[in-house]
C-alpha cells in the first residue's frame, strides 16, 4: 500500500522561503516519475515540477529558478524548496508519484492529502 504525505507548508511573507517534503510508505518512488502539483479553490491542479528515477529533473516555466525539487532515496522521502515566494504561489501543494501518462498532467495513481502554502505581500 502506497501513502504520501506532504508536510512543511505554512504562512509566509513575499521572498521567503519554504521546504515541502513527502514523506512515502512503500515503494511510492519506486515509478519512473514523482511530481509536486499546486491548486487554488476553482482552478485546475497545475503542474509545478518533477523528478525522474534517475534523477532527472523539469520544471513548470513560472517556478524555475526559484523551486528545486529533490528525492531522498534513504529516508523515502521528496522534497520541495521554494525560495523567493510571490504571492501567486499561494496554494495547496500536492505530492503525487507513479504517472500515468503525460508526467506534467495531474494524473497519477497515488497523491499525498496536499499542505497548504500562504505568501502574503
Known amino acids: 500500500q502506497v501513502q504520501l504525505a506532504e508536510s512543511g507548508g505554512g504562512l509566509v511573507q513575499a521572498g521567503g522561503s519554504l521546504r515541502l517534503s513527502c514523506a512515502a510508505s512503500g515503494r511510492a518512488f519506486d515509478t519512473p516519475v514523482s511530481a509536486w502539483f499546486r491548486q487554488v479553490p476553482g482552478k485546475e491542479r497545475e503542474f509545478v515540477a518533477l523528478i525522474a528515477l534517475g534523477g532527472a529533473t523539469y520544471y513548470a516555466d513560472s517556478v524555475k529558478g526559484r523551486f528545486t525539487i529533490s528525492r531522498d532515496n534513504a529516508k523515502n522521502t521528496m522534497y520541495l524548496q521554494i525560495n523567493s515566494l510571490k504571492p501567486e504561489d499561494t496554494a495547496v501543494y500536492f505530492c503525487?508519484?507513479?504517472?500515468?501518462?503525460?508526467?506534467?498532467?495531474?494524473?497519477?495513481?497515488?497523491w499525498g492529502q496536499g499542505t497548504q502554502v500562504t505568501v502574503s505581500s
Open positions: 503525487a508519484s507513479g504517472s500515468r501518462r503525460d508526467p506534467v498532467s495531474p494524473e497519477y495513481d497515488y
